[in-house]
């Protein structure tokens, strides 16, 4: 176990590096950069931009220097812990930031779960009961949940809250705990925000959740361990889950690789529409913005994100499963 | 065993029938099992889809809506451009066919506009003396048909000096179901172009993956894995704002489903390696190889079509995403833009929790995408099943 965690760890290296690279490259795509974009904008207002002072900011900023200096510059930077400079803020990069990237982990790991709480129980009912009209309703309101367009649901949800309820579920906490220090207060505030972007986040992973983990189930209960151990006489709750059940479990660890890149991406544009303190609304200002370091920043920390989540999820798997275990890989 | 009747001795009378004998009469088919042995795979394949109920019941849906491409201009009661400078944020109009209680066919009221000059709400009530039928087959606005003529003949068009505006109109006045019908084209050739992308990449290299083997399939596999490490509407997104402001609408719309295409073919080509794989192994590629036939011609000639049937299936499948990629890009502002006017583009005006208390209509636009996404899927889930027709 210990050798395959090594190995594993190991893998992630290249893997983020090549991130980093291709995150480089997206983020320097946009032709031109913030700074003539800034200059362009201090003349239309009329400023006086001397080449003196142009130059002093191309410096300063390292866009003087080669692209792949810039590259290795930005990455030792963030290996220390410094992610550039925001030129739209003016500030660091990690000052601007602040709790939004904890926020993102907080929010998709809530997702996940909710995901996981919801699609079990439901996909082992439509296994068991396959063609009931219980079933099919199940699926269907699953695959809606899939076809939706989250944002929409997020709107509409937040209509509804503010109609029936009189409150306001934008935001991920009580206006008196922005850009305040952790408290449990604070965190209690989160934690009763958190449900309406969860449960928008999470209808569109749901529905394919079931399917797998209904699919998979089927499977298992058509194989022949099952008709003896029904033959032996064992109740039939009990025979679901001594084997079946954990069979078809693996999905839900395995999984996690393509449900996360599919969290965080549908957080990104549910956390614009209710804005939320996430990565989702600066993301998409920076990306307007040209703000490249911020932009690039975020886009390393989506990723390295799911890159981290796989990482566990292949662990886990690993301890529940042995025949990953001996093989040195995990399926996916 | 008897000896044989002495020589010269009488024969025993016994039967013998003078039919025609056939050594395979026990092997002989029945026309029906005949149809079903020699039928192609696809023949064999459609069989299996037609039984797959919802899955034809989406595909015709499909159909459908991809016929409306072909003649939105003759569908759609407006031009997408038309402003009703005095209908602006109207509700929609019912269709009626009594007034008072006379059969008058299909026909809509028209508004009473008036400000309410508390809250600076535009009140729209139905007139219930205005009756203003429908025409159908008629002169409306003038339209250039796809840039190649100009027509004026419409589907439906509102009573002289009426109005007809069956899913409202939206901040400037447009009719939101014309637009609508626009959008149609855009959204649905969104997905089309984007999918003929991402399956020309996920052939090549599945394919080169699958058949060489080796580092080669490792270097892209590795690349695969980090690709889908990213999380796909962020890197959309970023992508999409690399697009240069100054290209036209026409660019940024192959812009964007490049875009889409571009991240969308790994599980394409995970697909195909995989079964290259499993059937480079075969007897009829050896074969193949023997006769010196070359690596391209191994792949596209005799295992290609092998497997086409997959493809398309889980193609069809990753349709959908791309449908509601296009929708969330444009939605943020970042995908199409006007006067190029997806399903996406509509519901941009749908961003801010005004727009539904007071413009539900504006919303309307995600009907379309609900029912596609949904048939793409009862489509894909049926052609997958269909695709195996060897089993059961």
Redesign the interface.
């Known amino acids: 176990m210990l050798a395959y965690t090594v190995n594993r760890m190991l893998i992630m290296i290249?893997?983020l590096l090549?991130?980093s690279v291709?995150t480089f490259i997206?983020?320097q795509?946009?032709?031109g950069d913030y700074l003539s974009t800034y200059v362009a904008e201090l003349q239309s207002q009329g400023e006086k931009v001397s080449a003196e002072r142009i130059e002093f900011l191309r410096e300063q900023y390292g866009f003087d220097r080669p692209l792949y200096e810039q590259y290795f510059v930005w990455l030792f930077g963030m290996l220390q812990g410094d992610f550039g400079y925001s030129f739209e803020y003016n500030l660091p990069v990690s000052a601007v930031v602040g709790d939004r990237l904890w926020l993102t982990v907080i929010v998709s790991f809530a997702t996940v779960i909710f995901t996981w709480v919801v699609s079990f129980p439901i996909g082992v009912y439509s296994a068991t009961h396959q063609y009931s009209a219980a079933d099919y309703t199940l699926t269907l309101i699953g695959?809606?949940g899939?076809?939706?367009?989250n944002?929409?649901l997020a709107?509409?949800l937040?209509?509804f809250a503010?109609v029936t309820f009189g409150t306001s579920i934008g935001g991920l906490m009580d206006p008196q705990f922005i850009d305040q220090p952790w408290t449990w207060g604070k965190l209690g505030s989160v934690l009763e925000h958190l449900w309406v972007p969860v449960i928008v986040i999470g209808t569109s992973g749901t529905a394919g959740m079931i399917r797998r983990l209904r699919a998979n189930l089927l499977d298992e209960l058509q194989k022949q361990y099952v008709t003896t151990g029904r033959a032996k006489g064992l109740p039939p709750f009990r025979l679901l889950v001594k084997y079946p059940l954990r069979m078809s479990l693996n999905p839900f660890i395995a999984d996690i690789?393509n449900l996360?890149?599919?969290i965080?991406?549908?957080a990104?544009?549910v956390s614009?529409?209710l804005s939320l303190p996430t990565t989702g609304p600066m993301?998409?200002s920076a990306?307007?913005s040209q703000d490249m370091y911020l932009?690039g920043s975020?886009?390393m920390f989506?990723?390295l994100l799911?890159?981290i989540g796989?990482f566990f999820s292949d662990l886990l798997l690993a301890a529940l499963d042995p025949r990953i275990r001996l093989q040195g890989g995990a399926t996916r | 065993m008897t000896a044989d009747p002495a020589p010269g001795g009488t024969r025993l009378a016994h039967f013998v029938s003078d039919a025609p004998f056939n050594p395979y009469s026990v092997e002989a088919m029945s026309p029906e099992q005949e149809r079903y042995y020699l039928a192609s795979q696809w023949r064999m394949m459609w069989w299996k889809l037609r039984k797959h109920r919802l899955a034809v019941i989406s595909g015709v849906v499909l159909l459908l809506m991809y016929d409306t491409i072909l003649m939105s201009e003759f569908l759609a009661p407006y031009d997408l451009q038309t402003r009703h400078t005095s209908f602006i944020f109207a509700p929609p109009q019912a269709v009626h066919l009594f007034h008072d209680g006379r059969l008058v066919g299909p026909f809509v009221y028209g508004f009473d506009y008036h400000l309410n000059m508390e809250n600076l709400r535009r009140e729209y009530l139905p007139n219930h003396g205005q009756v203003q039928p429908l025409r159908f087959f008629c002169a409306g606005d003038t339209y250039s048909y796809l840039g190649l003529f100009e027509a004026r003949f419409h589907l439906m068009c509102p009573a002289a000096g009426g109005t007809l505006f069956l899913l409202g109109t939206d901040r400037l006045g447009r009719d939101v179901l014309s637009r609508l019908i626009y959008g149609t084209r855009i959204s649905l050739t969104v997905g089309l172009f984007g999918i003929t992308i991402s399956f020309l990449l996920g052939i090549v290299f599945g394919g080169i993956s699958g058949y060489y083997g080796g580092w080669l399939d490792n270097l892209i596999q590795?690349?695969i894995?980090?690709i889908?490490?990213?999380?796909?509407?962020?890197?959309w997104?970023?992508?999409s704002?690399?697009l240069?402001i100054n290209w036209n609408p026409i660019m940024i719309y192959f812009g964007i489903t490049i875009i889409l295409g571009l991240l969308d073919w790994t599980g394409l080509a995970r697909a195909v390696r995989s079964k290259l794989l499993a059937l480079r192994e075969e007897d009829f590629a050896t074969a193949a190889l023997l006769m010196g036939a070359s690596p391209s011609r191994i792949i596209g000639r005799h295992l290609l079509p092998s497997f086409m049937s997959h493809l398309i299936a889980s193609a069809t499948l990753s349709v959908?995403s791309m449908i509601?990629g296009e929708?969330?890009l444009s939605?943020?502002g970042?995908g199409l833009r006007p006067p190029i006017t997806s399903w996406g583009v509509l519901?941009n005006e749908?961003?801010?929790?005004n727009?539904?208390?007071l413009y539900p209509w504006l919303?309307f636009p995600?009907v379309p995408?609900?029912v596609v996404?949904?048939a793409f899927?009862?489509l894909g889930d049926g052609l997958r099943d269909a695709a195996d027709p060897y089993k059961n």
Not at chain 2, 228 to 235: A, D, G, I, Q, W
């Open positions: 290249p893997t090549a991130i291709i997206i983020i795509l946009p032709p695959f809606l899939l076809a939706t367009p944002f929409l709107l509409v937040l209509y503010n690789g996360l890149p599919q965080v991406s549908g990104a544009i614009v529409v993301l998409l990306l307007r932009a975020f886009l989506l990723a799911t890159v796989v | 590795r690349f894995e980090i889908r490490s990213f999380p796909e509407l962020p890197l997104m970023a992508l704002a690399a240069p959908p509601l929708t969330a939605f943020l970042l519901l749908a961003q801010n929790i727009v539904v208390a919303m995600v995408v609900i996404v949904l899927n009862f």
